[in-house]
């Protein structure tokens, strides 16, 4: 079973446990700030973020995880941000506990390649980023890395 998932049966239903890893991506020129965000196949707009393989770092899963779903190398960690965000989801009649840890990515290019599993991608500022994310987790995360990057003065 990968490293990423645990299973606990309750009665009739199992509970799996899945870790994965993303990264909130943003391009910076001239101070103007753009973050990445994916349109993933199920119709919600995210960042970056897959599951954590047996032997693999966080890190090198956000590292994969960018190059796979993007084709976008050229980055740079942005040191002292680290989000976490939990939810459940149902997959295949059980219920799946998901934790997914968030890092703050630079990218220093803007060309994306699509994966199969993406039907769209979008570079937007803070505010349109703000509103086209689907998902409350993923809206909080965004605020929380945004406010990490403006207080070490923006464009890094």
Same mark, same amino acid.
């Given at each position: 079973?990968?490293?990423?998932?645990?299973?606990?049966?309750?009665?009739?239903?199992?509970?799996?446990?899945?870790?994965?890893?993303?990264?909130?991506?943003?391009?910076?020129? +001239?101070?103007?700030?753009?973050?990445?965000?994916?349109?993933?196949?199920?119709?919600?707009? +995210?960042?970056?973020?897959?599951?954590?393989?047996?032997?693999?770092?966080?890190?090198?899963?956000?590292?994969?995880?960018?190059?796979?779903?993007?084709?976008?190398?050229?980055?740079?960690?942005?040191?002292?941000?680290?989000?976490?965000?939990?939810?459940?989801?149902?997959?295949?009649?059980?219920?799946?506990?998901?934790?997914?840890?968030?890092?703050?990515?630079?990218?220093?290019?803007?060309?994306?390649?699509?994966?199969?599993?993406?039907? +769209?991608?979008?570079?937007? +500022?803070?505010?349109?980023?703000?509103?086209?994310?689907?998902?409350?987790?993923?809206?909080?995360?965004?605020?929380?890395?945004?406010?990490?990057?403006?207080?070490?003065?923006?464009?890094?």
């Amino acid at each position: 079973m990968p490293k990423s998932a645990e299973v606990i049966i309750w009665g009739h239903v199992r509970m799996l446990h899945e870790r994965s890893a993303g990264a909130v991506v943003f391009y910076c020129e +001239d101070k103007y700030i753009e973050y990445l965000l994916l349109l993933y196949s199920a119709g919600h707009w +995210d960042f970056p973020k897959g599951n954590i393989e047996e032997g693999e770092e966080e890190i090198d899963t956000v590292k994969r995880e960018i190059f796979e779903e993007t084709g976008i190398k050229n980055i740079t960690f942005v040191s002292g941000f680290k989000h976490e965000i939990r939810y459940f989801y149902k997959k295949m009649g059980d219920i799946v506990n998901k934790k997914v840890v968030f890092y703050l990515v630079r990218s220093h290019e803007k060309n994306v390649t699509l994966s199969s599993e993406h039907k +769209d991608y979008i570079w937007l +500022d803070y505010e349109n980023a703000l509103k086209r994310l689907t998902y409350k987790t993923a809206k909080e995360t965004l605020i929380k890395a945004h406010d990490f990057l403006m207080s070490k003065g923006g464009c890094l």
